[in-house]
Structures are given as C-alpha cells and as structure tokens.
C-alpha cells in the first residue's frame, strides 16, 4: 500500500495501533493542556506505557523507564525522519534538517563531535567570567526597579545577552532570536494556531538567522569560530559549518530563557526552598536540576520508528510518529517520590529534561553555566523573591515556557 500526500495525517502515515494500545481522544497540543499540562501527564501515565492519539495518529509515551527508553534508542526511532509529527522522508520539511538533531548515525556521530567539542565543560568554565559580570550587572539593575516583568526584565535579557557574545555573533537583534526559538519549537507540533503564528515571522527571520551564521559575521573567538575550525581541518564543509552555527541559534536561546523563567517561578512560588538555597549556595547546580525535573523545559519531542518495532511488548509499525512527553516523565511518581514536590534538595539524577543517549543536549554544560551565573547573582543580591501578580504561561507545541512572569526582587 502507498500514500499520496493527500492521505498523510500532520505530515506521516496514519497508522493502525495494535490491539491493546488504548486510544485516547485528546489533543495534547490544546492551549489549555500547555499552559497547565501536570493533569495530562497524569492521565497519560495512567493510561498505559503507550498510549494511540487518533486525532494526530501518533503513538505517546509518558512513563519515565519507557519515555526513557524510546527516547535513547536511536537504533528503531529515527531522528533523521524529524522529531516533530511531520515525517522528513514524506514531506519537506520547512527549513532545511538540522544536520545534528535531525540526522542519525552514522553522520550524527561527525557533527556530534564537534558541536561536544566547541560545547565542552572547558568550554563553558571559559564562559564563567562573561556570565557572572553580566548576571551581576542585570540583578544590580533590576535591584533598583521595584517590580519587574521577570520573563523579558531576565529570563529574555540575559541569555540574548551572553549567548551571542559566546557564539561570537557580529549581528545583533535579541527579538529575532527569541521568535527564531519559537518558530523552530512550534514546528516540532502539529500544523495548529500556534506553529502559524510562529511561522508568520519566517519571511524576515529566517534569512537573518541563515546569514548571520556565515563565517564573516562571527568574531575569531567564539563558539561559531570553533565550528568554523572544524571547515578548516577538513572536517567540515563551510555550509555544514553554518548550519552547525545555526544549530546554535535554533537550540540555545529559547531553552535557556525558559530554563531561567521557570527557575524564577519555581523558587518565587516556593519561598522555603529559596531560603533554603540562600543557606546553602552549594545547593545552586542541583536547584536548577530540580527546576529541569520539575518544569521540563522541552516537554515534547518525537521521533519515527524507522523500521517495525515495539514499545513495552506492544507491536510498532514502521513509519509510527512517537511523541515522547519528557515532562510526563520527569513528574511519574514511580520514578519520584513526591514528585510535584519542588525540593532542591532531591538531586533528581537521571530526569531527561537534556533528553536521553546520543542525542542528549550537547549545550547543556553551558545552560548550567548561565544558570549558575544567574541564581548565583540572585542569592548574593536578593533576599525575597515576591510574586507581584499572576504568572502567565506562554504555550507552545513544545516549550513549557512563560509569558509573563511579575515579580518582586526585595534586596538584601
Ligand atoms: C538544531 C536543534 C537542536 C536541538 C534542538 C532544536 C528543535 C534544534 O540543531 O537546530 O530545537
């Protein structure tokens, strides 16, 4: 049997489930479900190791071992074929395949290596001194402000701030670099109201983006001149060089303002934990990995079963779009205790917010860079974190992010 395009469900294949894998009548993508999705997750435990969306016609998973489990094997579930409910080998994708995220190995491996390089925990110990003047010098600021607007006042404003000067970028425009996260985020879901707003900035976006990637508009000493190195030895093609910078751009700003506006939220919601870490800074690195745990950043992502398969004994068809919920996940109580209980001191080893196996987050010794810098900054400076009016999610097909974030920073 064939498909014509016209027959393709959100871009893939429909697929008939196995008999057993329960259908749930829901659409995850709701804006409702985003914005307050702990019920979801709930729910989609519950109902099985895997679970058969019709409305998509995807399969879902949710448990943490299983969630876990697809998520790391890249052997049967395909990045190549795109992590987001459209399949690369049936429709063409809307920009062209990042040539880390979207690839398998054996080139994975290639382009992996060097992103590991210019991404290393040296690397990023390079960066401490950037991070902390600047998180110093925007808490200094915000200190004298009463109350401030947390997700554009320094969720936003710092990482636009210190991540180009890391990649090295000659071109500035913070604002294009927060929508480019938001178009490349919501592609991943399906083709609802908030992957069409988010596309509706391409045409201006997009080529910004691609031209500040060339090797003439970044500095000899940052992130994007250490990819470029690799063109130099060989390793490299100039165009794969430029892609991996904008793999930079596509997975480093929008991560890391969400990082720190639900680390912001999670201690301004929890003022006990916030004392707690003002006793104990040592405590900074696992608060943050507490904040992953508990707020999932990246909440979805896919992958394509590249060949027939299973999930938990149940029978997989190939070409089977699977979503992995990464923030169900991080929130099963057979994997945590308590666990929407935020604590930092739980030390939450092993969540996948950074995902999981060969394609775990490359970038994330420098997310624990920025973060450190930033709480750091916040427990020398600031004795209360107050709310100072409702908090605002900003959904999104796959970020679990906000709007608006009003809060009191009382000095010490
Ligand atoms: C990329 C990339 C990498 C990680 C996440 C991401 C969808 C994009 O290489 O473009 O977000």
């Not at 998973?61 to 080998?89: A, P, Q, Y």
């Not at 979207?102 to 992103?115: F, G, I, L």
């Not at 480019?180 to 919501?186: E, H, Q």
Request: aromatic share 8%.
């Amino acid at each position: 049997m064939s498909f014509s395009q016209a027959t393709l469900i959100e871009g893939h294949k429909p697929i008939s489930p196995a008999s057993g894998i329960p259908a749930w009548d829901i659409d995850p993508y709701d804006v409702e479900i985003l914005k307050d999705p702990n019920a979801y997750y709930a729910e989609l435990r519950a109902l099985g190791e895997v679970v058969y969306i019709p409305r998509y016609s995807i399969l879902t998973v949710g448990r943490f071992e299983t969630t876990r489990k697809v998520f790391s094997d890249h052997e049967n579930f395909l990045s190549s074929r795109g992590v987001g409910l459209n399949d690369f080998k049936l429709e063409d994708p809307w920009r062209p395949p990042s040539i880390i995220l979207e690839v398998d190995q054996p080139d994975h491996t290639r382009t992996r290596k060097v992103m590991s390089r210019a991404l290393s925990p040296k690397v990023a110990k390079g960066f401490a001194d950037l991070f902390h003047e600047t998180a110093d010098a925007l808490v200094d600021r915000l200190l004298g402000q009463g109350s401030i607007e947390a997700v554009a006042d320094l969720a936003e404003a710092f990482p636009t701030t210190v991540f180009p000067k890391a990649v090295g970028m000659k071109d500035v425009n913070p604002r294009y670099l927060v929508d480019y996260g938001a178009m490349v985020f919501n592609a991943v879901g399906p083709d609802n109201q908030l992957r069409r707003d988010a596309m509706s900035h391409a045409g201006e976006i997009v080529p910004w983006i691609n031209a500040a990637c060339a090797r003439d508009r970044l500095t000899k000493d940052g992130l994007g001149a250490l990819v470029y190195a690799s063109a130099d030895d060989g390793t490299l093609s100039e165009d794969e060089a430029g892609m991996l910078v904008r793999s930079f751009l596509s997975a480093g700003v929008d991560t890391t303002v969400t990082g720190i506006g639900n680390a912001l939220w999670c201690l301004s919601q929890n003022p006990d934990q916030w004392d707690a870490l003002k006793r104990d800074p040592s405590l900074i690195r696992a608060t943050f990995e507490e904040v992953l745990r508990y707020t999932s950043p990246v909440h979805t992502f896919g992958r394509t079963a590249g060949q027939a398969t299973e999930i938990a004994g149940f029978p997989v068809e190939e070409g089977t779009k699977v979503t992995c919920v990464l923030g169900a996940a991080n929130m099963d109580p057979d994997k945590w205790g308590d666990p929407e209980k935020f604590r930092i001191d739980r030390k939450p080893v092993g969540h996948i917010a950074f995902g999981a196996g060969i394609h775990g987050c490359v970038g994330q010794n420098i997310a624990r860079a920025e973060l450190e810098a930033v709480l750091g900054a916040l427990i020398k400076k600031v004795d209360r974190i107050e709310p100072a009016g409702d908090a605002v999610w900003r959904p999104s097909n796959a970020i679990r992010a906000l709007d608006k974030l009003p809060i009191n920073l009382i000095p010490n």
